[in-house]
């Protein structure tokens, strides 16, 4: 009852975060459509890829399937062609921190992942974080890697780039869309950068949450189905042990009858 609850209530605040990053994302690339050529921001500065950051989303506990295995093995994967020294891990939950700081990766943040309930400010934490260390240029490219929520029974893992933060460029349309800014269309776009980080990290948190609950009730679930065959099978091995031995102890008795005859 408690983990469809939960599973009900992120899976509720995923799909609700869905539409205002897809329409934040709207706005981005119509802002960046109007702005183009115009605007120079930190967050928009592409340079030569050297320091690769990656955001991995992963839980705090265990017991949830494949569903860390998965994640873990996607970063893996990322990584595996990359020199190590070039590679900055910022973890948010245990399971992603306790695996690759094993195996001497560099962890530059680390922030936990409720298992109940994350908040805007949680995600807030993070991206400043992320943000500010593209803007000293610690990192020159930063992917998040996380879970996302498709139904309680399967969940995708997702590799985004985060930074720099160039939005897809507004597809070409027949009909002729012309849209007023306030304030111009430059400032806005430098002013919605920072936000669209928080959002896009802030969804991701929340499919990653909603993904933990699905896999956890599905897995314990099928251990609960596992369990009962189980029991099933060893009642049934026992009592046809018993009836055996029933049976060899009652021909043991009418053995020893006929025999004193």
Not at 157 to 172: D, F, R, Y
Not at 178 to 194: A, I, K, N, S, T
């Amino acid at each position: 009852m408690v983990a469809t609850a939960r599973l009900q209530r992120a899976q509720t605040r995923a799909a609700e975060s869905r539409p205002y990053a897809d329409e934040m994302q709207s706005v981005m690339r119509r802002l960046a459509t109007a702005t183009e050529g115009e605007i120079t921001h930190p967050l928009l500065e592409v340079r030569n890829p050297v320091n690769i950051g990656i955001l991995l989303i992963t839980s705090d506990r265990g017991m949830a399937g494949s569903y860390n295995t998965n994640i873990l093995r996607k970063v893996t994967e990322i990584v595996a062609p990359l020199d190590k020294s070039h590679v900055k891990m910022i973890t948010v939950g245990k399971k992603g921190r306790a695996f690759f700081t094993k195996r001497d990766y560099n962890i530059v943040g680390d922030f936990p992942m409720s298992s109940a309930e994350v908040g805007f400010g949680e995600a807030r934490a993070v991206s400043r974080a992320i943000i500010s260390m593209f803007e000293k240029a610690e990192v020159d490219l930063v992917y998040v890697v996380y879970t996302h929520f498709v139904s309680a029974m399967r969940q995708v893992v997702v590799q985004n780039k985060l930074l720099p933060a160039i939005p897809p460029k507004q597809e070409a349309t027949t009909a002729c869309e012309e849209y007023l800014f306030e304030p111009e269309p430059v400032e806005l776009f430098g002013r919605l950068l920072p936000r669209y980080v928080d959002a896009q990290i802030y969804r991701a948190m929340l499919e990653s949450l909603a993904s933990e609950h699905g896999a956890r009730m599905t897995a314990m679930s099928s251990a609960t189905d596992n369990a009962r065959d189980m029991i099933d099978r060893l009642t049934l091995d026992f009592n046809r042990a018993r009836q055996s031995a029933i049976t060899t102890e009652l021909n043991e008795i009418v053995g020893g009858a006929e025999a004193q005859k």
